[in-house]
């Protein structure tokens, strides 16, 4: 059932009063046959609007969120759905309508009589696929709609009207005045699929990302559009691979999964010198562990070039494995990108892969307590060096078992205190 149905919505229709409309985004993916686990419902109401929200979330004792005092937003929180509703601006539905962003996000629709009102054609614009401003004024007043316009287009597959591109190169310059987590959380989206590559070209050729992410070049955006092939081929190339789990880290991050591909493109987009690097992410409101990812993507970038991997020792990669952590399919992805030969990074894939790989996911046979008994030692730095370099001689083959890690250990204790 669509979404237009209330049969579908968690309110019975008999607690919304009669001027009640559904708008934006639910409408407009209803018509477009698109559907979502999650209902966002939207509605805007002539009068009475944090009054109604209220009224609802105590008959179904959800939660109650008041969004915006001065503007009348309120938003009942149910356990499937969030139901947002907004005192309608301007003196009528149409005059509401008339200040949204894009046409096709200004059409209306009344759950009491079945009726869609589309003053702005936005109709035909979804048929057409394409993305059209309603004024320029509207851009101006929230110039987050510059970017959204591309996340937008990306999202829906569609493309953006001539006249409106055009207007957002010229009014490209006010997206710097934005709140950088608005601005982070359309980039993110851009950044975390396929489908947004193209149209974050378009963005930074149109002008939109000078301020934020001012390295982006177009060889810089050729290595983002690589990444998305390399994804593909390396799921092709590497039996077992599983791209969609490999390529995404489930820990959450900043509110969503923290997706490896994103963070191989923040890293290709970004500055490579160390300052800079946090600089540029921390403006963007990036969180401390994606900040990290990608410093340790760059950090690590040179040791997998064509001229320095096939020379690597199982030393400098246990060290590189060390210095990674899990963003190592980030790195890889890059790598390859940047020039790297695939069969050249296929071999630290494979270990990566394998959970019980003595380079990439080193298991020692001894605790820090076990060597504290054996050796008679206080804990201190001491203990964690000892187990740095059983670990190394794990991962080179000199020591298997734990008989031999003890007596490695004491080997070199005894060497230290000569």
């Not at 600089?279 to 690590?300: D, G, N, P, T």
């Amino acid at each position: 059932m669509s979404v237009l149905s209330p049969q579908t919505w968690p309110i019975g229709l008999e607690l919304l009063p009669p001027a009640t409309y559904l708008v934006g985004g639910n409408v407009r993916d209803a018509l477009l046959g698109r559907r979502a686990e999650y209902l966002d419902l939207d509605f805007v109401l002539p009068e009475g609007a944090v009054k109604t929200a209220k009224r609802i979330a105590n008959y179904y004792q959800a939660g109650f969120v008041l969004l915006d005092a001065e503007r009348q937003i309120a938003r009942v929180v149910f356990e499937k759905a969030t139901a947002d509703f907004a005192q309608q601006v301007g003196d009528s539905l149409e005059e509401d309508l008339q200040r949204r962003d894009f046409t096709v996000n200004a059409i209306a629709y009344s759950p009491h009589t079945e009726e869609i009102i589309d003053p702005l054609q936005g109709y035909a614009d979804l048929q057409q696929h394409l993305i059209r401003m309603i004024a320029p004024e509207n851009l101006k007043e929230d110039p987050l709609r510059l970017l959204r316009a591309y996340r937008q287009a990306a999202q829906l597959g569609f493309q953006l009207e001539a006249e409106t591109r055009t207007m957002i190169q010229q009014l490209a310059d006010l997206l710097q005045f934005i709140a950088a987590e608005r601005v982070q959380a359309e980039l993110s989206y851009l950044l975390s699929t396929a489908k947004g590559t193209p149209f974050l070209r378009m963005s930074w050729e149109d002008g939109l990302l000078t301020h934020w992410l001012p390295h982006a070049t177009a060889t810089r955006l050729d290595w983002v559009r690589c990444i998305d092939q390399v994804a593909i081929d390396l799921e092709s190339t590497l039996t077992g691979l599983n791209l969609s789990g490999w390529m995404r880290d489930q820990q959450r991050v900043s509110g969503t999964g923290r997706s490896w591909l994103k963070i191989a493109k923040l890293s290709a987009l970004v500055s490579h010198d160390p300052q800079s690097i946090e600089l540029e992410l921390w403006r963007l409101k990036y969180s401390r562990a994606e900040m990290q990812a990608v410093f340790a993507v760059i950090k690590c970038l040179p040791l997998v070039q064509p001229q320095t991997l096939p020379v690597l020792s199982v030393e400098q990669q246990y060290n590189l494995f060390r210095q990674i952590g899990a963003a190592f399919p980030a790195l890889a992805v890059l790598a390859v990108a940047t020039g790297t030969p695939m069969e050249a990074v296929a071999p630290l894939i494979q270990r990566f892969l394998t959970p019980n790989d003595p380079v990439a996911h080193p298991n020692p046979p001894l605790t820090g307590r076990d060597l504290m008994a054996a050796l008679h030692l206080p804990p201190g730095p001491q203990i964690g060096q000892l187990l740095e370099a059983i670990q190394l001689a794990l991962a080179e083959g000199k020591i298997q078992t734990r008989k031999q890690a003890l007596d490695f250990a004491q080997r070199l204790f005894d060497a230290e205190n000569q």
